[in-house]
């Protein structure tokens, strides 16, 4: 299958998704400090469910009245929202802040093992395989060996954050299956809203009655990931998928690294062990073999100083 072509403006737009959420992580390390982790996931979806029925009710946007597709978002918002929000805000107090965001662009990788598993159009070809291979070994770099070995409380944050993009992936297949052809926006908020009736008991359950909090800050991390970090980027995220096809926004997960990494260090003066960086461009090669055009490249360039008649 040929994939869309990236134009200047998809760039941009994805340039912009990438800021939003890579400063996302920080925002969420941010909240930590006074909110528990399940009360801060709980605010996340809350709130930007509520902002993405508003748009919905606005657009005029038709909402579906099957409760099998109700169902589905719940499943949905349990696969996409609470577990990985979950397990990624919990492994968000041991871990550094661009670490998270090295192991959430593994995504993609799981995307590809259990599409293959579920979608006969989806197989795992060559490439991919050897895409898979070269990316889960950047994710052991990254984790490093020393750290498994020990089984500390740091790398089993590290795995929770692993297990965190392993739903994203099953969340993926599952919104294949059971909500193709609903509009992004009610799909989006549609989700949110089976998140929401899990997570609010489960957090007051958890964590009891919330309290408010005491620094500024804290509000305005609140504000900026349920507001920008989880509803506008749904609605900018679903734009860009519409622009440039799965394939092609696959390579935000590439872009948000390098921001969180930066954001990390500036404000929360973060650094980074050398075998992060190794490991997410190990990652980045990995990723960059799935997506497939580089070896088109390559191949069209042989060609070309070959005559079109490959290698002597």
């Not at 305005?220 to 096809?245: E, H, N």
Request: a positive charge; one cysteine or more.
């Amino acid at each position: 299958m040929t994939q869309t072509s990236v134009s200047t403006r998809a760039w941009a737009e994805m340039g912009v998704l990438a800021l939003i959420w890579g400063a996302s992580f920080l925002s969420i390390k941010l909240g930590l400090e006074e909110i528990p982790f399940l009360t801060l996931v709980a605010h996340r979806v809350i709130w930007a469910c509520v902002i993405l029925w508003i748009y919905v009710l606005i657009r005029r946007l038709p909402v579906p009245g099957d409760l099998r597709i109700w169902g589905a978002f719940v499943v949905m918002g349990m696969l996409n929202n609470v577990i990985p929000f979950a397990l990624m805000a919990w492994g968000q107090q041991f871990i550094e802040t661009g670490l998270t965001s090295i192991f959430n662009a593994g995504t993609a990788i799981f995307g590809v093992l259990v599409a293959a598993l579920c979608f006969a159009d989806e197989r795992l070809t060559l490439r991919k395989s050897i895409g898979v291979a070269v990316a889960f070994a950047g994710v052991a770099v990254a984790i490093g060996l020393d750290s498994l070995r020990q089984f500390d409380i740091r790398s089993l944050a590290q795995l929770a954050v692993i297990g965190g993009t392993f739903s994203y992936a099953l969340a993926s297949a599952w919104a294949r299956k059971r909500l193709m052809g609903l509009t992004p926006a009610v799909a989006a908020a549609g989700m949110l809203t089976g998140a929401s009736l899990i997570l609010l008991p489960a957090a007051l359950v958890m964590d009891g009655a919330p309290t408010w909090p005491a620094l500024p800050q804290t509000y305005l991390a609140v504000g900026y990931f349920a507001v920008f970090g989880t509803a506008f980027a749904y609605l900018l995220y679903y734009r860009v998928l519409a622009m440039v096809g799965t394939g092609n926004a696959m390579l935000v997960t590439l872009l948000i690294p390098p921001v969180a990494i930066i954001l990390g260090a500036v404000v929360l003066e973060e650094r980074l062990a050398p075998e992060a960086f190794l490991g997410f461009a190990l990652l980045a090669v990995g990723l960059l073999i799935l997506d497939g055009r580089i070896l088109r490249v390559l191949k069209r360039g042989s060609k070309h100083l070959t005559g079109g008649h490959g290698l002597p």
